[in-house]
């Protein structure tokens, strides 16, 4: 019986459609955790029909436009590292799309308005970072995810990286976008519509960043504050200087302990590194105790702040902090040393063993940080046990960044909802720089700007009327 997708094979050479189970149930969840302690029986619900790997632009727009002619639905797919389940197969009989082979295209340009580079949507950001590196240039944009997430997948959720302070999200940096349109075409066009649109408008296939000179030199400091208020005092203060640090950080005491920044010295090893097996097997189905003995993991809320390449920095310090105890360059540098520092084994073994470990990224203006924090960590106590960072500082506020981890899916769930719900009432927004996908579709309007909803309505119903592209996600 020959497949229905031997068109496909032709168009794209039959080793890009692939149509074998344990590649498809592989493609039925992204990096979403509540997906990942999923049953077969649930796996199977979200099963792609077939995973397409086109190896250029000109296979992904054929793919739509093969897709359009048939009404089947397509679910385009980066580097899989999302965590709210954008990139689920929410149809029967849908496609995953996975771009992440587009790499090839990579060309720096010298513009009026300063250096780009033009780069394919699939390059992951370490790749794309070391090639620029090797002509020394830098990217503005550093997701914690640099190493498992790629450029297409930035746009699509609106992403913002590690260095926000000073260069903010990836809509800052970005120039255009070329995507392919679910009728099949190719089109250069303005970034805005795809920004955050997680897919559903079109299929980015190429786009155009700003770049810098790699950074010569850093400073790294570190202070402990008694309160939460104090700290975020000193970090407005620190965000409206000139310039801003490029990294600013708060973290609660549970969140400096399990990250190994209250200590002076940047050591390599970690309370973290002792966390794992502890979470795994006796911990998190104790959060009652968990809890108790919280207030014995640390008192200071720590801030982390690291400048690049400012001579008014060279050598010293900011401005002392009042009502704060300098902690030198160690936790700053024991920061930036594991930056990037992922576990996805780790995490599924605490699927396996029936807890949960997961994170939300909420935002507030400044006078609303406070009351976001406890208001949240309040809500989660009866779930979950919780902590905090906030990052991403702006003039207009800032990311709190929540982990909660606990025992059970039913309470993994519930404290989700009540985290959601504490931002909703709370005045906040339910996210910040991770995109919507179907964990946060229930509080969507609490998640994007009402004025891009109506330009998103609009170009949906011109570009899209019957919702073949990634369907079941945003309105």
């Given at each position: 019986?020959?497949?229905?997708?031997?068109?496909?094979?032709?168009?794209?050479g039959?080793?890009?459609?692939?149509e074998?189970?344990?590649?498809?149930l592989l493609?039925?969840?992204?990096?979403w955790?509540?997906a990942?302690?999923?049953?077969?029986e649930?796996?199977?619900?979200?099963?792609?029909?077939?995973?397409?790997?086109?190896?250029?632009e000109?296979?992904?727009?054929?793919?739509?436009?093969?897709?359009?002619?048939?009404?089947?639905?397509?679910?385009p797919?980066?580097?899989?590292?999302?965590?709210?389940?954008?990139a689920v197969?929410?149809?029967?009989?849908?496609?995953?799309?996975?771009?992440?082979?587009l790499t090839?295209t990579?060309r720096?340009?010298?513009?009026?308005d300063?250096?780009?580079?033009?780069?394919?949507?699939?390059?992951?950001?370490?790749d794309?970072?070391?090639?620029?590196?090797?002509?020394?240039?830098?990217?503005m944009?550093?997701?914690q995810s640099?190493?498992?997430?790629?450029?297409?997948?930035?746009?699509?959720?609106?992403s913002?990286?590690?260095?926000?302070?000073?260069?903010?999200?990836?809509?800052?940096?970005?120039?255009?976008?070329?995507?392919?349109?679910p009728?099949g075409?190719?089109?250069?066009e303005?970034a805005d519509?795809?920004?955050?649109?997680?897919?559903?408008l079109?299929?980015?296939t190429?786009a155009?960043l700003?770049?810098r000179?790699?950074a010569?030199?850093r400073q790294?400091?570190?202070w402990?504050?008694?309160?939460?208020?104090?700290?975020?005092?000193?970090?407005?203060?620190?965000?409206?200087?000139?310039?801003?640090?490029?990294?600013?950080?708060?973290?609660?005491p549970?969140?400096?302990?399990?990250?190994g920044?209250?200590?002076?010295?940047?050591?390599?090893?970690?309370?973290?590194?002792?966390?794992?097996?502890?979470?795994?097997?006796?911990?998190?189905k104790?959060?009652?105790?968990?809890?108790?003995?919280?207030?014995?993991l640390?008192?200071?809320?720590?801030?982390?702040?690291?400048?690049?390449?400012?001579?008014g920095?060279?050598?010293?310090?900011?401005?002392?902090?009042?009502?704060?105890?300098?902690?030198?360059?160690?936790?700053a540098?024991?920061?930036?040393?594991?930056?990037?520092?992922l576990?996805?084994?780790?995490l599924?073994?605490?699927?396996?063993?029936?807890?949960?470990?997961?994170t939300?990224d909420?935002?507030?203006?400044?006078d609303?940080?406070?009351?976001?924090?406890?208001?949240v960590?309040?809500?989660?106590?009866?779930?979950?046990?919780?902590?905090?960072?906030?990052?991403h500082f702006d003039?207009?506020?800032?990311?709190?960044?929540?982990?909660v981890?606990?025992?059970?899916?039913?309470?993994?769930?519930?404290?989700?909802?009540?985290?959601?719900?504490a931002?909703?009432?709370l005045?906040?927004?339910?996210?910040?720089?991770?995109?919507?996908?179907?964990?946060?579709?229930?509080?969507?309007?609490?998640?994007?700007?009402p004025?891009?909803?109506?330009?998103?309505?609009?170009e949906?119903?011109?570009?899209?009327f019957r919702?073949l592209l990634?369907?079941?996600?945003?309105?």
């Amino acid at each position: 019986m020959s497949s229905p997708f031997s068109e496909l094979g032709r168009l794209l050479g039959p080793a890009r459609v692939i149509e074998d189970e344990p590649t498809r149930l592989l493609y039925a969840r992204d990096s979403w955790p509540q997906a990942i302690g999923w049953t077969r029986e649930e796996l199977a619900s979200h099963l792609p029909a077939a995973v397409i790997r086109p190896r250029d632009e000109k296979g992904v727009a054929a793919v739509l436009a093969w897709a359009a002619s048939q009404g089947c639905a397509v679910v385009p797919r980066g580097a899989g590292s999302g965590v709210l389940g954008a990139a689920v197969p929410q149809r029967p009989k849908s496609l995953v799309l996975d771009v992440s082979g587009l790499t090839e295209t990579f060309r720096v340009e010298d513009r009026p308005d300063g250096p780009t580079v033009v780069c394919g949507a699939g390059l992951r950001g370490s790749d794309l970072e070391a090639r620029l590196q090797a002509r020394g240039w830098s990217l503005m944009h550093f997701p914690q995810s640099m190493e498992d997430s790629c450029v297409g997948g930035w746009v699509a959720t609106d992403s913002f990286g590690q260095l926000s302070t000073r260069y903010g999200g990836v809509r800052d940096q970005l120039r255009w976008v070329k995507a392919a349109l679910p009728d099949g075409s190719l089109r250069a066009e303005q970034a805005d519509l795809h920004l955050g649109a997680e897919g559903t408008l079109g299929v980015i296939t190429e786009a155009s960043l700003r770049i810098r000179p790699a950074a010569a030199g850093r400073q790294f400091h570190a202070w402990g504050f008694g309160a939460l208020e104090a700290a975020l005092d000193f970090a407005r203060a620190a965000v409206s200087a000139k310039p801003p640090p490029s990294v600013l950080r708060l973290y609660c005491p549970v969140d400096a302990f399990f990250n190994g920044l209250h200590h002076r010295h940047a050591a390599r090893s970690s309370p973290a590194s002792s966390w794992t097996g502890a979470v795994q097997s006796i911990v998190l189905k104790r959060i009652g105790a968990l809890r108790a003995i919280s207030p014995l993991l640390g008192r200071k809320w720590v801030c982390v702040l690291i400048y690049e390449d400012e001579p008014g920095f060279e050598g010293g310090a900011p401005a002392a902090a009042p009502r704060a105890s300098a902690l030198g360059p160690g936790p700053a540098m024991r920061w930036w040393e594991r930056r990037y520092h992922l576990d996805k084994a780790r995490l599924e073994r605490v699927f396996r063993q029936g807890c949960f470990a997961d994170t939300m990224d909420l935002w507030a203006p400044w006078d609303r940080l406070e009351a976001l924090h406890l208001g949240v960590l309040e809500a989660v106590k009866p779930h979950a046990f919780a902590f905090a960072h906030l990052s991403h500082f702006d003039a207009k506020g800032a990311c709190l960044y929540v982990t909660v981890a606990g025992h059970g899916p039913g309470d993994h769930l519930a404290a989700w909802k009540a985290a959601m719900e504490a931002c909703v009432r709370l005045g906040g927004k339910v996210n910040h720089h991770h995109g919507v996908g179907l964990a946060k579709l229930p509080w969507i309007d609490w998640a994007l700007d009402p004025r891009w909803k109506r330009l998103w309505q609009a170009e949906k119903a011109r570009r899209d009327f019957r919702g073949l592209l990634n369907p079941g996600k945003l309105w």
